[in-house]
Nanobody, 123 residues
Framework: QVQLQESGPGLVKPSQTLSLTCTVS??????????WSWIRQPPGKGLEWIGN???????YYSPSLKSRTSISRDRSKNQFTLQLSSVTPEDTAVYYC???????????????WGQGTQVTVSS
């Protein structure tokens, strides 16, 4: 089964851009029909889907975050990256990367998950 691992800074200052990378192993980000996702969970709240990048490279974003979100990939490194701009303390959360075959945007539908990484937005 595909394995995912998040990496990136744990502390980001307000108004800056949050940048996280997900490294994929035991699978390829170009595998047909696979979708690669970023999901987050703020403290005391439920899981929130941020967006997907498809095997084709096409991207899909949550309407509530679309204006601040960019997901890209590096096929040579088998990685995909999240950038969230103009962050505020409300963006503090555990951030997960996840994957599954077929397009979904409900966190509960993703079958493969990274362990998650805590990101705190604070000055």
């Amino acid at each position: 089964q595909v394995q995912l691992q998040e990496s990136g800074p744990g502390l980001v200052k307000p108004s800056q851009t949050l940048s996280l990378t997900c490294t994929v192993s035991k699978g390829s980000i170009t595998t047909f029909y696979y979708y690669w996702s970023w999901i987050r969970q703020p403290p005391g709240k439920g899981l929130e889907w941020i967006g997907n990048i498809a095997y084709s490279g096409h991207t899909y974003y949550s309407p509530s975050l679309k204006s601040r979100t960019s997901i890209s990939r590096d096929r040579s490194k088998n990685q995909f990256t999240l950038q969230l701009s103009s962050v505020t303390p409300e963006d503090t959360a555990v951030y997960y990367c996840a994957a599954r075959a077929g397009y979904v945007n409900r966190p509960a539908d993703f079958g493969s998950w990274g362990q998650g990484t805590q990101v705190t937005v604070s000055s």
